[in-house]
C-alpha cells in the first residue's frame, strides 16, 4: 500500500508539508501543493482517514441532527452547512430525527460512536438533558440548550414584530397568529411572544392559535386550519402564520372558501426557503432568515469548539431578519 | 473504559449476542434485546465504531453524492434513503456535488478515504470512468455507468410516452419538449425519445428544445425560457418539460405574456416531488416518479453488494410512473 512517506519522496517534500496539504492547513505554496497534488494522484493515494482519526482523535466529520430533510427549510440549511464544512474540509454524516424523541437518542449515540467531532443540532425533539450529557462540541439552531452551548437563530423576535406591525400597518383591526408547538422551548416562540406584545402595544385585538406538532405537509396543514382556525375566519383581518407552508395552505383554504386575500383577508408567512422564493400564485408576504449566514455560523462555532475548545459562556449569534412584500398583504 | 465484556456480564448473555444486539443482526429475542439494551444504557456504553470499523473493514456508512441538497427532488430522496439505510443500521455521509466535477472527484476521493462500505451516485457530472475506477459497491440513480454497476430509476421512456400521449389525447397538434442536458449518458434522456417516437407515430408536429444545465431555480428558467422558449409559444400548443420546476416557471410565464393555460397552451412536468405536491395554484398535470421506492430500492441494492458481494451483471431496478391530472392540461 502507498504511504505518505512515498508521497512525500516523489513530490521531493517533507512529510509533514504533504499531511499539511492533505489537512488543508498552515501555509502552503500553491507550487509546493501543485508538486505534491501531482505526486497523489499519480500514486493513486488515499489516505486511511479512519486509522487516522483513531490515532488523531479528530475525524473530521460533524453530525447534523435536523427533523426532517424533505423540508424545504432543512434541506436549504443543510446545503449551506455542507458548503461551508467542506470549505474546512468536513463532511457531514446527516440524521434525520423525524420528530421521534427515541430515533434521535439513538442518533447521539450512533454519533458518539462514530466519534464525530460535534453536533449541529436543528431538531426540536428530546428534552435539553439528553444534549447537555454527551460532552461534546455542540452548536444548535434556534434553542437555547445551555449557557454554555452556543446557538444561531434569526432575531425571531425582531422577526414576530416586523410581521405584526406589517399586519397593522395595513390596517387589521383583528390578529390571528399560528404560532409553532409551544411546549418545546424554542427561540422560534418569540415570535409569538413579540406577536402579542405588538398587538397589546397596538390596541388591536388578538389571538393565539398553537400550530400543530405533526410534519408540516399540505395535507396536515388544511386539516388542521380547518378544525382550528375555520371558526376564526369571518372574525380576523389578519393572520400570522409562523412558517411558509402554513400560510400558504391558509391562502388556498382561504381561496376556497370565498375569502379574498388580501382585501379581506391578510397573510403573512415565515421563513422564505426555496419553496417560498419559487412561488408566484400568490407571491407569499413573510419574513426572511438568512438561511446562507445561518449555515455559515453554525459551522464556524462548532468548529471553533472543536478546534479551539468551548468557554463556559458560549457566544450565540443572531441574525436580523426582512420583511419580504408578497401579494398576501 | 467501558467494554463489551462488561456489556455481555452484566446482560447474563454472552459477548456475541451483546454484538449482534449492536449490529441488529441474526435472530434475537425481544427479552435478550431489553437485556442488552438496558446493561448498555445502564454502564453508558458507546463502542468505539471507528476502531471497529478499521478491523471489520466495515464502517457501516454509505457515501451519497448529489447535485443538489436543496433541490426538493434529491432533498426528497436522501430522506427516503436516510430511512431505509437506517433500518439496515447505516450511516450516511452526504456531497453536494452543485455539478462541478473537481469537486465531485474530490468526494470520491475523501469517501475511500473515511472507508464508507458504498457509494450511492445521483450526481451527474463526472465521466463515467471516474466510477468505474472505484473498486467500491456503488448503485446509482438515473444513469448507466457500466454493465457491473447496478441502477435505480423510474421507466423513463413510458415516462415520456405517458406525457406526450397525454398532450395528443387532449388535443394537441403542434407539441414542444424541453428536454434536461443531453450530452450525459442520462435515463432521464428516454424521456425526450419515447416524446419524439410518439410524436412521430402519431403524426403530430413536435420539437425539442435543450434546457440548459444550471441549477434549476425559478429565475434561471424564467431566463432560459425568455431566451429560448418564447419564439415558440405562438406556434405550439403543447410543452411536455422535463421537470417540474421547469413546468412551473413556464406556467407563470405564459400567464405573464397572455397566454391561456390550459385552453390555449397545455403544460406537462415531471418528478411530483414535494414541491409539486405541495403546489395548488395551479395543480400541475405531471408524471410522477416513486420517490420512496427508488430510495429503498438505492439501499436494498448497495446494502446486499456491500454484504454479499456484487456480481458481473447487475440488477437493474426499474419502477413504473404514473401521470398526475393536474389543472395545467
Not at 440549511?77 to 430515533?103: D, F, M, P, T
Not at 437563530?153 to 383583528?174: F, M, P, V, W
Request: aromatic share 8%.
Amino acid at each position: 500500500m502507498v504511504s505518505i512517506k512515498d508521497v512525500a519522496k516523489l513530490a521531493g517534500v517533507s512529510v509533514t508539508t504533504v499531511s499539511r496539504v492533505m489537512n488543508n492547513r498552515g501555509y502552503i505554496g500553491n507550487k509546493t501543493r501543485q508538486k505534491v497534488e501531482r505526486a497523489m494522484k499519480e500514486l493513486d493515494y488515499h489516505p486511511n482517514q479512519i486509522a487516522r482519526a483513531l490515532l488523531s482523535n479528530q475525524s473530521y466529520i460533524l453530525g447534523v441532527i435536523v427533523p426532517d430533510l424533505g423540508h424545504p427549510l432543512f434541506s436549504e440549511l443543510i446545503n449551506w452547512i455542507e458548503h461551508y464544512a467542506g470549505e474546512r474540509n468536513y463532511k457531514l454524516l446527516v440524521c434525520n430525527s423525524l420528530q421521534e424523541a427515541e430515533k434521535e437518542i439513538n442518533y447521539i449515540s450512533m454519533l458518539r460512536q462514530n466519534r464525530v467531532d460535534g453536533i449541529i443540532m436543528c431538531s426540536h425533539t428530546l428534552e435539553v438533558e439528553a444534549y447537555n450529557n454527551t460532552n461534546m462540541p455542540i452548536v444548535s439552531f434556534d434553542r437555547i440548550l445551555s449557557s454554555s452551548i452556543p446557538y444561531v437563530a434569526s432575531d425571531n423576535y425582531r422577526g414576530g414584530e416586523i410581521a405584526t406591525n406589517h399586519l397593522i400597518a395595513k390596517g387589521c383591526q383583528k390578529i390571528l397568529h399560528i404560532s409553532g408547538p409551544l411546549n418545546v422551548e424554542l427561540l422560534a416562540n418569540r415570535r409569538s411572544d413579540a406577536f402579542q406584545l405588538t398587538c397589546i402595544k397596538s390596541g388591536v385585538d388578538w389571538k393565539i392559535v398553537e400550530g400543530a406538532h405533526v410534519k408540516a405537509t399540505f395535507e396536515d396543514n388544511w386539516a388542521f386550519i380547518e378544525k382550528e382556525i375555520a371558526p376564526y375566519l369571518n372574525d380576523y383581518d389578519g393572520i400570522f402564520c409562523s412558517n411558509d407552508i402554513m400560510a400558504y395552505t391558509l391562502y388556498v383554504y382561504a381561496g376556497a372558501k370565498g375569502f379574498q386575500v388580501p382585501d379581506q383577508l391578510k397573510i403573512v408567512g415565515y421563513d422564505y426557503h426555496s419553496f417560498t422564493r419559487m412561488l408566484k400564485n400568490p407571491a407569499l408576504t413573510t419574513v426572511k432568515q438568512p438561511l446562507d449566514r445561518i449555515g455559515k455560523a453554525l459551522c464556524a462555532s462548532l468548529i471553533e469548539q472543536i478546534e479551539n475548545g468551548g468557554s463556559n459562556t458560549a457566544d450565540h449569534t443572531v441574525y436580523d431578519v426582512e420583511l419580504i412584500q408578497g401579494q398576501t398583504t
